[in-house]
């Protein structure tokens, strides 16, 4: 069984790109990145393309989703965070959103949501997010 995940990049802003997630093809929060920067580590965006996923708990981030093969790039996640100030070259979810930011409280619910979908889905190894639209 497999556990698709599906950022749709929808809105660019000089200071951030604006998606919305879909788990199981099915619509489930907003996402946050940094505007495209040359794929520069930490201050950029990633390329569109598909990654392989695998989970992680460790740290103070809790539960996330860390990519596989990203070019040039380690450590990509999607994870919990407010601000753009708070990501370095991750992705950020949340429930509703601001200009550059995800309005206080609601990234914690969406992780939790993408988290109960991905436990829906019988906890799968096969993790597989795609990303479309921007740069």
């Not at 497999?2 to 907003?30: K, M, Q, T």
């Not at 949340?94 to 939790?112: D, Q, W, Y």
Request: hydrophobic content about 35%; some cysteine.
């Amino acid at each position: 069984m497999a556990f698709p995940i599906w950022i749709n990049r929808v809105y660019r802003h000089p200071e951030a790109i604006v998606g919305r997630l879909y788990a199981n093809d099915n619509p489930l929060c907003y996402s946050l990145e940094l505007p495209w920067r040359d794929n520069a580590n930490n201050i950029s965006c990633i390329p569109v393309g598909s990654y392989n996923g695998t989970i992680r708990t460790d740290g103070d981030k809790g539960w996330r989703i860390e990519l596989a093969s990203v070019p040039k790039r380690t450590h990509v996640q999607l994870h919990v965070g407010n601000y753009t100030t708070d990501i370095l070259g991750c992705i950020l979810l949340g429930m509703e959103l601001g200009l550059n930011e995800i309005k206080g409280g609601t990234s914690n619910p969406a992780r939790l949501l993408l988290k109960q979908a991905y436990e829906d889905a019988q906890s799968p190894s096969d993790i597989t997010v795609r990303i479309t639209g921007y740069p």
